[in-house]
């Protein structure tokens, strides 16, 4: 599977972004899809997740009720819409793929390249 992300950029704080990450190589049925992301001196930090048949969600709460990810199956594409961007929502956002519905980085095995998003204060 290649994961490519997309949209990131620089926005004020209370913003909006939306990321897109573009799968191709095998069909996503049986993967779960998410998105994490890694600030500079961090460790990385899960932000949310769906199954791609299901379309069940979760969150991390740092994001709940701001950020939601949902799927495009007609072009094998994630998106993750974020709102009321904060400052310390600055980081290099990663998509991911895995075989289980997990927020374990370690456990995701095909991941992007990132895409940077700077929220200015």
């Known amino acids: 599977v290649q994961l490519v992300e997309s949209g990131g950029g620089v926005v004020q704080t209370g913003g909006s972004l939306r990321l897109s990450c573009a799968a191709s190589?095998?069909?996503?049925?049986?993967?779960?899809m998410a998105w994490f992301r890694q600030a500079p001196g961090q460790e990385r930090e899960f932000v949310a997740r769906?199954?791609?048949?299901?379309?069940?969600?979760f969150y991390a709460d740092s994001v709940t009720g701001r950020f939601t990810i949902s799927r495009d199956k007609a072009k094998n594409t994630v998106y993750l819409q974020m709102n009321s961007l904060q400052p310390e929502d600055t980081a290099v956002y990663s998509c991911?793929?895995?075989?289980?519905?997990?927020?374990?980085?370690?456990?995701?095995?095909?991941w992007g390249q990132g895409t940077q998003v700077t929220v200015s204060s």
């Open positions: 190589g095998r069909t996503l049925s049986s993967y779960a």
């Open positions: 769906i199954s791609w048949a299901g379309g069940s969600t």
């Open positions: 991911a793929a895995a075989l289980i519905v997990t927020t374990g980085a370690f456990e995701y095995d095909y």
